[in-house]
């Protein structure tokens, strides 16, 4: 017996097994069902009690013998699969998880704003037509005003033309609603710009409109402080500064008070310390008379804001066009943003 398990033991050191096939003849040859140790073992149990004390070990070692080349061998073989490529025991990998855009981010917080103030969604086309982009909203025919945005136009067809502003929904809306109405409407618009950090030929706005009876000028005041609270913090402070659009009378810019305590503050407020944000107004009586609502019955304000800036405020982001260049190394920044 001694003999033998000297002999097998050689041959346990001296086995090559290149292949899975070859190992696994040598793990049945041994260690199956009916394998060389079991056999030993069988023969072990007649052995005499004192020759046990020397044969004991000896199988002992052996037996470890083989469950490591088993071992050595089977993990030689993976590791040449692994070169391979083709590893089918390799766990699968985490999936990359996404990250939401940061204008949908900003978009989705301010709609949601308004929401609870009781402002529903509606959207509109992008290709709209002259009336509801220009003639709807008060600017006459030829009127310099249509200047004040590059549009453009669909080839041959001068009357339909892309949408440069949101304010466009607020006709549609005009349109097909009775009063009370209130209303906050995101969309994507278009004007004939070169592209550069400040400027994109492409970009995204929220309008907002309110008709109803006794709107005043106090309420969309309010209402845009209440915004400004909710959105950049509950210090904020705002100022309105008269300004002109056709569609409103009178007519406001809304800035919000950014600071003035870091060369960054000095230069995106232009030395002031303030941040233009949106521009707004009372909807001007023509704009009502033409939508079919009477305007000696009800008033209403309305605005509207640019989404990419005040992105650009909310996450110091310098560039506009890196919120359409999809690159990941900028988009994986937004991680956890909702
Ligand atoms: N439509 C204007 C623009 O694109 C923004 C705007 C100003 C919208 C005043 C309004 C408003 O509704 O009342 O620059």
Not at 27 to 50: C, H, Q, S, T
Not at 80 to 88: E, K, L, P, Y
Not at 264 to 274: A, F, L, N, Q, S
Request: proline share 6%; hydrophobic share 40%; glycine share 8%.
């Amino acid at each position: 017996m001694k003999a033998r398990i000297e002999e097998m033991m050689a041959h346990v050191a001296a086995v090559e097994l290149a292949t899975p096939d070859a190992v696994e003849a040598f793990r049945i040859e041994y260690v199956g069902r009916k394998g060389k140790m079991k056999d030993l073992m069988a023969a072990f149990k007649d052995v005499p009690g004192e020759d046990k004390r020397e044969l004991g070990p000896m199988l002992n070692a052996l037996k470890q013998a083989v469950e490591g080349k088993i071992k050595e061998a089977s993990q030689g073989s993976k590791v040449q699969v692994q070169a391979s490529g083709n590893d089918a025991t390799r766990p699968a990998g985490g999936i990359p998880k996404g990250t939401h855009h940061p204008l949908q981010v900003v978009r989705r917080e301010i709609v949601g704003i308004f929401q609870n103030m009781g402002f529903a969604v509606a959207e509109g086309p992008e290709i709209e037509d002259d009336w509801h982009v220009f003639s709807g909203l008060n600017f006459p025919p030829e009127h310099p005003a249509r200047d004040m945005q590059d549009t453009f136009f669909v080839a041959r067809n001068p009357d339909l033309l892309l949408r440069t502003h949101t304010s466009s929904v607020q006709v549609r809306e005009m349109e097909r609603r009775e009063p009370p109405m209130r209303l906050i409407m995101p969309g994507r618009v278009f004007r004939n710009e070169a592209i550069s950090a400040r400027a994109h030929c492409m970009f995204h706005q929220i309008e907002g409109l309110y008709i109803d009876k006794g709107v005043s000028f106090a309420d969309l005041k309010q209402t845009l402080l209440h915004f400004a609270r909710c959105f950049f913090g509950a210090e904020t402070r705002i100022r309105l500064r008269p300004s002109y659009f056709p569609f409103t009378e009178p007519s406001a810019e809304v800035d919000v008070y950014w600071g003035l305590e870091t060369e960054v503050d000095k230069r995106i407020t232009k030395g002031t310390g303030w941040l233009e944000i949106l521009g707004c107004g009372m909807v001007d009586p023509n704009v009502l008379r033409d939508n079919g609502i009477d305007p000696e019955v009800y008033s209403g304000f309305a605005f509207g804001m640019g989404i990419e800036r005040i992105t650009m405020l909310r996450y110091q982001i310098g560039d506009l066009r890196l919120f359409f260049e999809n690159d990941l190394r900028f988009l994986g920044q937004f991680e956890g943003e909702r």
